[in-house]
Each structure stands twice: as structure tokens, then as C-alpha cells.
């Protein structure tokens, strides 16, 4: 069974912080997904990464950086939160080839 | 790139009655339609999906149409229940190497007892 993992359910920051959210999947996927979830607004890829090292902006790159040193890892950087990135984020992850994204809980992140 | 657009972002069912939500796409190109369940305070979770070489699926309860000249599908749940409420997603996304999947806004499914 394919496991997702992230680091908090829950975060509070302050504005101009620096936030890391990580995610942890156990099952060798190659590639992995950042979304943030807004009422109304479904969905939103931020980032995704297709192997260790690579990574490609989604629909929202803006404010957010990522980083996958390790296969296993993808973390989402906000180099300095802001209010507006107050939200669900959720992370995904994927064989390659394959097209089921396997979803983690979710950090729900309020940005002071 | 791909728009998908959803609708209604709110339904209401008896239960017992059936459901019907409905997604449409931009992109010609795309070929992978998958449906994804949230239930409050849980991640999403795959249902069912659907490939553009056929037109529905179907797995009990369930079941997906897909109709490429339209460029719209839509999820069908029949003889509705209490545990069936919930947000669904649909998606989209084209074979153009390291597919992204393009998400609705959602559907906010309440079932009526």
C-alpha cells in the first residue's frame, strides 16, 4: 500500500517567515507533486518533480521553491510567507508511467 | 494549457436518488480522466478514471462517461449513501511527456438521509 507522508497537519507562521513543508512517499515513485487546495479553486499544482534533482513550475510557481535531494523527499520552500499563501497543501506522488497521483493529509498552513 | 471547468460546486441528494457531476476540458489533446473522492478531513483518493479510447466505465455504484466531441465527462453514483458525501475532483491531462493532471474546482456532495 502506497504511503504519503507530511511533516505537520497543521503550521502556523508569521508573515516574512521561511517555511519548509516536507513530504515522504515509501513506495520508489519517481515523480512527486505540490497542490495547494482553496475553497473554489480546487486543486493547483505549484511544483512537480519527475526525479531525484529535476523539478518543473506547475500552474502557481510564484512565492514557492521546492527541493528533491533524495528520491523519497520533495520539499516545498516559502522563502517568505505571506498571508496569501495561507492554505491546504497537499503533496503527491506518482510512478512514472503510471497515472494514479497517491495524495498525502495535508499540512494546513496559516501564514500571521 | 488544459481549463477544466466543474459543475455544480454544491449538490444536494436524496438518499437512494442518484448524483451527477459534471466536468468539461479545453484541451483536445487529453486522453486521462480520473475522478478523485475527499472525504472531510482526508487526503483525495482515486475512484475511478477513464481513458479516451473508451466512452463510460462503470464499477458498482459508479460509473464515468466521457464524450470526446464535447470534450465533457461526467460522474454517475447511483442508490446514493450516507458515506458517499464528500468533495469530488475530476482532472485531466494529455500525453505530452511527464503528464500533470489539471484539476476541477470540486464538487461538495451532501447526502440527504
Known amino acids: 500500500d502506497v504511503k504519503v507522508t507530511q511533516s505537520s497537519r497543521y503550521l502556523v507562521k508569521r508573515t516574512g517567515e521561511k517555511v519548509f513543508l516536507e513530504c515522504v512517499q515509501d513506495?520508489?515513485?519517481?515523480?512527486m507533486f505540490w497542490y495547494r487546495q482553496d475553497p473554489g479553486l480546487g486543486l493547483r499544482l505549484i511544483y512537480f518533480s519527475y526525479d531525484v534533482k529535476m523539478k518543473e513550475k506547475g500552474d502557481i510557481p510564484e512565492g514557492y521553491s521546492v527541493s528533491r535531494e533524495k528520491k523519497e523527499r520533495f520539499s516545498l520552500i516559502l522563502e517568505s510567507a505571506s498571508t496569501n499563501q495561507t492554505s491546504m497543501y497537499l503533496c503527491a506522488s506518482r510512478r512514472e508511467g503510471k497515472e494514479t497521483q497517491y495524495f498525502g493529509p495535508g499540512t494546513r498552513l496559516l501564514v500571521l | 494549457g488544459e481549463n477544466v471547468e466543474q459543475h455544480p460546486s454544491t449538490l444536494s441528494v436524496q438518499e437512494g436518488d442518484s448524483a451527477v457531476i459534471k466536468c468539461t476540458y479545453s484541451?483536445?489533446?487529453?486522453?486521462?480522466f480520473p475522478w478523485y473522492k475527499q472525504e472531510l478531513g482526508k487526503r483525495p483518493q482515486l475512484i475511478i478514471d477513464?481513458?479516451?479510447?473508451?466512452g463510460e466505465k462503470k464499477d458498482q455504484r459508479i460509473a464515468v462517461t466521457l464524450n470526446k466531441t464535447a470534450k465533457h465527462f461526467s460522474l454517475h453514483i447511483t442508490e446514493t449513501q450516507p458515506e458517499d458525501s464528500a468533495v469530488y475532483f475530476c482532472?485531466?491531462?494529455?500525453?505530452?511527456?511527464?503528464?500533470?493532471?489539471?484539476f476541477g474546482t470540486g464538487t461538495r456532495l451532501t447526502i440527504i438521509p
Open positions: 482532472a485531466a491531462s494529455a500525453p505530452r511527456g511527464n503528464e500533470k493532471l489539471t
Open positions: 513506495m520508489d515513485h519517481e515523480n
Open positions: 477513464i481513458r479516451s479510447n473508451v
Open positions: 484541451d483536445s489533446a487529453s486522453n486521462y
